[in-house]
């Protein structure tokens, strides 16, 4: 079976579980049922999650763990163990073993720490902010209690001064004068 084809094979199996998704990783794929990662492939071969629970019934079933070697020679695994092979003939023999890898996978969420996003500014929260700094930001420019007192309907508080508008100069009326 060539790779795409033994990716769509295993997606359609862990399909009654929920929505399905591939990405390729590790030069295989990693298979997620709604958005958490669960399974991998490998080789043409599916590997399940495993956790301290499902990991005996697994070894029971005769799967192996998958394991990877470093540069350094050392085998190290992930937590994922070889799919049963009675498993991968039908989405119903498969649901209850993806069923634990996706419980296990959950868990492992769970255990994670974790990751610290931006705070969400909300909008009460950014106008109590605002409220806080506003006298801080204001005290430097705060009009004088008597400057304050002087204002006029006319005048405008400007710093710490009082400008007052001037009303415009009114020049005389000047009378025409009628020629008769």
Excluded: Q
Aim: include cysteine.
């Amino acid at each position: 079976m060539n790779d795409f084809g033994f990716v769509s094979h295993c997606l359609e199996l862990l399909g009654p579980l929920g929505r399905t998704s591939s990405r390729r990783m590790f030069g295989g794929h990693a298979l997620y049922i709604d958005g958490l990662c669960m399974a991998l492939i490998i080789h043409d071969t599916l590997y399940l999650k495993v956790d301290d629970s499902s990991r005996p019934l697994l070894e029971r079933a005769g799967c192996v763990p998958f394991t990877y070697e470093t540069k350094t020679g050392e085998r190290h695994g992930l937590g994922y163990y070889t799919a049963p092979e009675e498993a991968m003939e039908s989405p119903a023999e498969m649901t209850p073993w993806a069923r634990r890898a996706l419980a296990a996978a959950v868990a492992a969420r769970a255990k994670a720490p974790a990751k610290k996003k931006p705070a969400a500014k909300s909008p009460l929260k950014t106008a109590a902010v605002k409220k806080a700094a506003a006298p801080k930001a204001t005290a430097k420019k705060s009009v004088p209690a008597k400057a304050a007192a002087a204002k006029t309907p006319a005048g405008k508080v400007a710093g710490k001064k009082v400008v007052a508008k001037k009303a415009p100069a009114r020049k005389p009326a000047a009378k025409k004068a009628t020629r008769a």
